[in-house]
């Protein structure tokens, strides 16, 4: 057990050896069949886990300037880079010209003029792929599907001709394949097996090869398990490149690229909070712990539910909520979980953080930035907050 004594909670705990092991399955998995994996940096920015992954010899895939920049700064090739999002900004598109990443990913006609535009005052011929939303439901949470008609993603086919059409008029495209993304979270391979389909046909009845495509970017979206982390801390790459490999029927010399981001990340991090109080209610009773939902929103953004162990007890089993500090009715972790008798000043470790958790805290409350502790051969190694812990953790409530 790791000794997290001194150390100012909360904070994120990544350990790094699992996230190697995790990216080596990856990487070799998708080696079988030359498929390439950029990692979606939007899971996790941070700087030590971008670099193994980088190490690793991942490209990476953006959603904004900013990430592309994070990417570039970690050390991603910027031949490897990707760039995709529905509201690119001319600073972005210009940003992404200046370093000459692999390719804009276009989710609309209106985009692909601009960026036509942007590179013709440039003088310069943009690399563009099209994302398409191709109508494939994902199986997941209505608020993580991305490849349906009511969401804002993609090129719906009824305008792909157009957008095509538009790459070889357009002096200053160069049209490179097509994108795809349908979702996060999946959980089983049905929607990829129905995306591959939907793709054959795509490809097919579009003569994308002749459009000179010879670029298939299937997006990220493969799911983690959170509800047995533990016993399953490693997603099954195995089965999921392989149902590719028996499913897509593209011309030779297609590259397939992946962007994989909470498959990869997901099950390294965990957030750790203290509790400060437990808190009779009616009819429950609370758990409150020094993180709320700025460190961690998936729980009141999409009911994500996270498991949640207590490393600090080993008394008897009592049913609580667990709720963080902030003044939101949504700032709850878990309703009517079981953990061991809980008091203020346990440790409290909410599994699975290591994707979507870090990368989308608020500052909501002026809530102060969590700290990272980086864990190797089950020490920690690094530490990113160092300032000395607030003595009142050592006042102990008299009820409760
Ligand atoms: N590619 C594109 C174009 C994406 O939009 C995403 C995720 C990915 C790749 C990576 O997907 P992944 O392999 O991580 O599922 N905040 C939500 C997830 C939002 C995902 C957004 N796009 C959550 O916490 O569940």
């Not at 939007?42 to 895939?61: L, S, T």
């Not at 910027?78 to 600073?91: C, L, M, N």
């Not at 016993?231 to 010399?253: K, M």
């Amino acid at each position: 057990m790791v000794d997290f004594t001194g150390i100012r909670t909360p904070f994120y705990c990544y350990d790094l050896d699992l996230l190697r092991d995790t990216v080596d399955l990856a990487s070799a998995e998708a080696d079988r069949y030359g498929y390439i994996i950029h990692y979606a940096i939007k899971a996790n920015n941070d700087p030590v886990i971008a670099g193994i992954i980088r190490d690793r010899g991942m490209g990476a895939d953006c959603v904004s300037g900013n990430e592309v920049r994070r990417s570039i700064e970690v050390g991603f090739p910027v031949r490897g880079i990707v760039f995709a999002g529905v509201g690119k900004t001319d600073e972005e598109i210009n940003f992404a010209l200046d370093k000459d990443i692999f390719c804009l990913n276009c989710e609309s006609v209106e985009e692909l003029q601009v960026i036509n535009e942007i590179a013709g005052r440039r003088g310069e011929i943009a690399r563009v792929a099209l994302r398409i939303n191709p109508a494939v439901p994902a199986g997941t949470h209505r608020h993580i599907t991305t490849g349906m008609d009511e969401n804002k993603f993609g090129i719906s086919l009824p305008h792909l001709q157009t957008a095509l059409d538009l790459c070889s008029n357009s002096e200053n495209l160069e049209f490179l394949g097509l994108h795809f993304h349908i979702g996060s979270q999946i959980a089983s391979l049905g929607p990829y097996r129905e995306l591959c389909e939907r793709v054959n046909l795509i490809w097919k009845e579009y003569n994308i090869e002749e459009y000179g495509g010879y670029v298939l970017n299937l997006g990220g979206g493969y799911g983690i398990d959170y509800n047995d982390p533990e016993g399953n801390p490693i997603p099954d790459f195995a089965s999921f490149f392989a149902l590719f490999s028996d499913n897509l029927r593209l011309p030779g010399g297609t590259e397939v690229h992946f962007e994989l981001g909470r498959s990869l990340v997901g099950q390294c991090g965990r957030l750790v909070s203290r509790v400060l109080y437990t808190k009779k209610g009616v009819g429950k009773n609370f758990v409150i712990t020094d993180a709320g939902m700025t460190e961690l929103m998936r729980p009141s953004l999409y009911q994500a539910v996270h498991r949640i162990i207590n490393i600090s007890s080993s008394g008897e089993p009592e049913t609580y909520d667990v709720v963080g500090p902030v003044c939101e009715s949504t700032d709850v972790f878990a309703r009517d979980t079981v953990l061991p008798l809980t008091k203020r000043g346990d440790l409290i470790q909410i599994l699975s953080c290591g994707a979507y958790a870090e990368s989308m805290t608020l500052r909501f409350n002026l809530r102060d930035t969590a700290g990272s502790v980086y864990i190797s051969n089950g020490e920690i190694i690094s530490v990113t907050r160092t300032e000395a812990i607030d003595t009142s953790e050592s006042v102990s409530a008299t009820i409760g």
